[in-house]
Nanobody, 119 residues
Framework: QVNLVESGGALVQSGGSLRLSCAYS????????MNWFRQTPGSERELVAG???????TYTDSVKGRFTISRDDAKNTMYLQMNSLKSEDTAVYYC?????????????WGQGTQVTVSS
């Protein structure tokens, strides 16, 4: 079991920056990887960026070069630094943790934080 709490969402102008945080607690050693997803009304949740427990990162093409995902295990916090924000980045952003179990993986989600980019 892992508890995830996001923060940092806000209204920002196009071209601006935000840093999202995801504080995690619980069965931390069982975390395989953590991700940031985002979702807009009427759309499926989209994987934005991911980071494994050895620090390997991945990004969806639309955010490469603008967003940076990181983890600080000393603070039990994951971050998403978002620069050069665009109106199409507007969404609810969710923190996700994938844990390993006896025979499968388990997903845990935060409650989401709203990011609104005004043009």
């Amino acid at each position: 079991q892992v508890n995830l709490v996001e923060s940092g969402g806000a209204l920002v102008q196009s071209g601006g920056s935000l840093r999202l945080s995801c504080a995690y607690s619980g069965s931390i050693p069982r975390i395989l990887r953590m991700n940031w997803f985002r979702q807009t009304p009427g759309s499926e949740r989209e994987l934005v960026a991911g980071i494994t427990n050895i620090g390997t990162t991945t990004y969806t093409d639309s955010v490469k070069g603008r967003f940076t995902i990181s983890r600080d295990d000393a603070k039990n916090t994951m971050y998403l630094q978002m620069n050069s924000l665009k109106s199409e980045d507007t969404a609810v952003y969710y923190c996700n943790a994938v844990l390993f179990g006896a025979s499968s993986e388990y997903n845990f989600w935060g409650q989401g934080t709203q990011v609104t980019v005004s043009s």
